[in-house]
């Protein structure tokens, strides 16, 4: 079983930069693709950004591409975020899975406030 553990939310300015981390436990090796998703009220979940184990293949959702990078360190994922606007204010989650595109696991989230 893979525990989540997601950090570095908050309260920023408009335009202004976080990083998010989120460190996965509970067994020896790495889940196979850790990804962020993001849920602002009444709406869906989001898909925001994800990268494989390998570390060559990192795929962004349209509404963040060029603002945010994903990037990994063995069971550790971070989501440097820049250029952020109100629109970004949501509840941000960490997921993993050992498939590609298919998460078995989430951390609880972490909120991130965007105030114009």
């Known amino acids: 079983q893979v525990q989540l553990v997601e950090s570095g939310g908050g309260l920023v300015q408009a335009g202004g930069s976080l990083r998010l981390s989120c460190l996965a436990s509970?067994?020896?090796?790495?889940?196979?693709?850790m990804a962020w998703f993001r849920q602002q009220p009444g709406k869906e979940r989001e898909f925001v950004a994800a990268?494989?184990?390998?570390?060559?293949t990192a795929t962004y959702g349209l509404s963040v591409k060029g603002r945010f990078t994903i990037s990994r360190y063995a069971k550790t994922v971070y989501l440097q975020m820049d250029s952020l606007k109100p629109e970004d204010t949501a509840l941000y989650y960490c997921a993993a899975g050992d498939v590609v595109a298919k998460y078995d696991y989430w951390g609880q989230g972490t909120q991130v406030t965007v105030s114009s």
């Open positions: 509970g067994r020896t090796f790495a889940p196979y693709t």
């Open positions: 990268k494989t184990q390998s570390g060559a």
